[in-house]
């Protein structure tokens, strides 16, 4: 069981990682952040199935992703940009994917 916690605000990409700029708009500064969390994790995700990969694992080995809770990211005009504050459904939207290369 690995634990990411880059996604949960206050959503702080590390130092070292270079931040793009997805959103222009002049107060999306906190949703330029949630992206760039997501995108390093992704990054990182993509790097542990490539170790995997490397030591001939991925046949025999199932991976399960999944999330606590969901993220209101200014849906429905709320302006709010994080979770637990109240009772949107967004918040209860829980990813849930597997990946295998088992046949």
Request: glycine share 6%; hydrophobic share 35%; proline share 5%.
């Amino acid at each position: 069981t690995i634990q990411t916690i880059t996604t949960h605000d206050p959503w702080s990409p590390p130092h070292h990682f270079p931040l793009a700029s997805y959103v222009a708009a002049k107060n999306e500064t906190k949703l330029n952040h949630y992206l760039n969390c997501i995108r390093y994790t992704d990054d990182w995700i993509r790097e542990l199935i490539t170790q995997f990969e490397q030591r001939n694992l991925l046949k025999s080995t199932l991976f399960v992703f999944l999330g606590d809770h969901g993220t209101l990211l200014g849906d429905r005009g709320t302006g709010v940009y994080i979770h637990g504050m109240n009772s949107a459904e967004e918040n209860f939207r829980v990813p849930l994917f597997f990946y295998t290369e088992h046949a």
